[in-house]
């Protein structure tokens, strides 16, 4: 078998020897051979002069010296003696390969289409060499396929320089800096000896050719040069040189697959990432300069990802609106809404020290004329409200929204913080029997604030917030007071951030009693004959009462001392209208009484 061969066995059976010849060019020559047994039953071992083995041969890529140069033989055959396999064998050299392609300085450009290949069954793998210096930066993606339906496959490979040094492996996605000195050169083998297809990307992230340039975005519209937008392919990327100032800089990133961006110095030295926690502060640019954010479509499968990417420079003033105030009587602040990667500005003017609070959609934070983000909990937290402005201005409020729904519009609203309270209820009087709406009034009141009534000897009422005005000092509540015994009843509301923010309002809100309502009216059941006995259906009532009194009616009048809920009709009823009045009790509440419908008394 040649360096280089390789070949399939359909066929060895029992005490069978399968022999194959290979000659070596130079002393210590580094093999590399593959085999796979198809059944599990052959093995192989490489033998040289003297028959002293040197390797055996397992499933999968094997690395083989030989010691000296000259004739070794492989020896395939099958370890129990009996039975029948088939196999795939063949043979390289890592020194002397029988053929290695050179690779073109333009395939590691960024628009440079993968390279690809056809690995055979048995196959020691394909030779690529390439000119380089140690140091050189490489974005690396591998990835492979079988050429038999429903296998698997698993193409790797290392990359050595000249003096046999290991820079990194080639394996999926991984970034790789060359060691030693060039040119460097790699195999790409199955690791199952199987037959499959790769496809193979390089691309020199410190010193790359053919990216696109991307303006530095500012606050607000974005510019169509400050917007990079299309799809990348599968495994597909794209470089983008951005000529960004010194200071801080917000990626806004929307994608609808599994594309990711990192931002790169110009030696390829990664800065940040969409996987690294601290992205969503905004990656810090050391110094002015060229940069490199490169996209990456991370699906290996056939589905392209769409994505739109800005790089916001949070350090600029550029796009941002008129400085306001803090006070609460100022209209809220509106932007309108072009893009999910727009950032919005609003400078206002305050002192360190003042705690402020702001709302808005999406992320929405203050930060100083740095960009740093110095307040991220505006709408509370803990204890208090809102954030204490730290350093000494000038102070902004930022947000990214991304997407909105309300037509194209961001509101923002910005104010002085006030320490949570409550100081009064309106009305004071409230009937009980139903569900009535109240007004608090106070200071930093929110929407989903906790609102309860309580009595004692009571179940405490929970009441649901329906608005909050703009200067959050006052509050409406729906609260349900159907069962809600007649009294006073103490209010109490707890900020929604918890701890003890809490106001208070003891016995402000009196319940009255109202009277219990049918819903249902009584009537009466049984023939209404003289000498028949009638009964009374009690009917519904809201609230639900607790006990019920009678008085049966003849011709609209008293029947005395007829005040049970059953009645025998006697004969001086005959001809006359038969009712009956039902009284619903229940503590707390007013009596409700309730007639039935008359019925006619016959013989």
Not at 86 to 92: F, L, N, P, R
Not at 157 to 177: A, F, H, K, Q, W
Not at 505 to 524: C, D, N, Q, Y
Not at 531 to 538: F, K, Y
Request: aromatic letters at 8%; a negative charge.
């Amino acid at each position: 078998m040649a360096i280089g061969g390789h070949l399939t066995c359909a066929a060895i059976s029992d005490k069978e020897h399968h022999l194959y010849t290979v000659h070596t060019m130079v002393d210590g020559e580094r093999l590399i051979a593959q085999f796979r047994s198809v059944q599990g039953a052959a093995q192989a071992v490489v033998r040289g002069p003297g028959s002293q083995q040197i390797c055996f041969l397992i499933s999968g890529p094997t690395d083989c010296v030989a010691p000296v140069a000259g004739a070794y033989t492989i020896d395939v055959y099958l370890y129990s003696g009996t039975g029948a396999d088939s196999y795939a064998i063949g043979i390289d050299s890592r020194d002397n390969p029988a053929h290695c392609t050179q690779i073109d300085p333009d395939f590691f450009a960024v628009t440079a289409k993968p390279l690809g290949g056809s690995l055979p069954a048995g196959s020691a793998g394909d030779c690529y060499r390439f000119a380089g210096r140690a140091g050189d930066v490489l974005r690396i993606r591998l990835s492979a396929a079988a050429d038999v339906d429903g296998g698997t496959s698993d193409v790797r490979g290392v990359i050595e320089s000249t003096d046999r040094e290991t820079s990194c492996d080639l394996y999926y996605s991984r970034e790789c800096t060359l060691a030693g000195d060039g040119p460097y050169t790699f195999f790409l083998t199955e690791q199952y000896a199987g037959a499959a297809s790769y496809r193979l990307s390089m691309t020199r992230l410190d010193e790359p050719t053919g990216c696109a340039l991307l303006a530095e975005g500012t606050f607000g519209a974005l510019t169509a040069a400050q917007v990079d937008q299309g799809k990348l392919d599968r495994d597909g990327f794209r470089c983008l040189d951005v000529a960004a100032s010194t200071g801080r800089h917000l990626v806004r990133f929307e994608h609808d697959g599994s594309a990711s961006w990192t931002l790169r110095d110009a030696e390829g030295k990664a800065l940040c990432s969409d996987s690294d926690p601290a992205a969503w502060a905004g990656c810090v640019v050391p110094a002015a300069g060229h940069y490199l954010l490169w996209v990456e479509n991370g699906n290996d499968l056939d589905d392209p990802t769409a994505y739109k990417i800005a790089a916001i420079n949070l350090a600029a003033t550029t796009g941002c609106a008129n400085a306001v105030g803090t006070a609460w009587d100022q209209p809220t602040l509106r932007f309108p809404h072009a893009s999910p990667l727009q950032v919005f500005c609003q400078p206002f003017t305050a002192q360190p020290g003042e705690r402020i609070v702001g709302y808005g959609p999406g992320g929405t934070w203050i930060s100083d004329v740095s960009g740093d983000r110095i307040c991220d909990g505006l709408t509370g937290s803990g204890e208090e409200d809102g954030c204490v402005l730290p350093g000494s201005g000038p102070y902004r409020l930022l947000s990214s929204p991304g997407s909105v729904s309300d037509g194209g519009t961001v509101e923002l609203q910005l104010g002085d913080a006030a320490p949570y309270s409550l100081t009064s209820v309106a009305p004071a009087n409230v009937p009980n029997g139903g569900r009535v709406t109240v007004t608090l009034h106070g200071t930093s009141l929110f929407p989903v604030d906790s609102v309860v009534l309580s009595q004692a000897g009571a179940a405490p009422i929970r009441a649901a917030a329906r608005t909050v005005s703009f200067d959050r000092q006052t509050m409406t509540v729906q609260v349900d007071l159907t069962t809600a015994p007649a009294g006073a009843w103490t209010v109490s509301a707890t900020a929604y951030s918890g701890g003890s923010r809490m106001g208070v309002l003891a016995g402000a809100l009196t319940v009255t009693a109202s009277a219990l309502r049918a819903t249902k009216a009584p009537s009466i059941s049984g023939s209404a004959r003289v000498g028949s006995t009638v009964r009374v259906v009690q009917g519904s009532w809201t609230p639900s009462a607790t006990e019920y009194a009678y008085q049966w009616l003849a011709n609209g009048a008293a029947i005395k001392g007829a005040v049970g809920s059953a009645y025998v009709i006697p004969a001086s009823l005959l001809g006359k209208k038969l009712s009956v009045t039902v009284t619903a009790r229940r503590s707390g509440f007013g009596d409700g009484h309730a007639t039935s419908a008359a019925v006619t008394v016959v013989r």
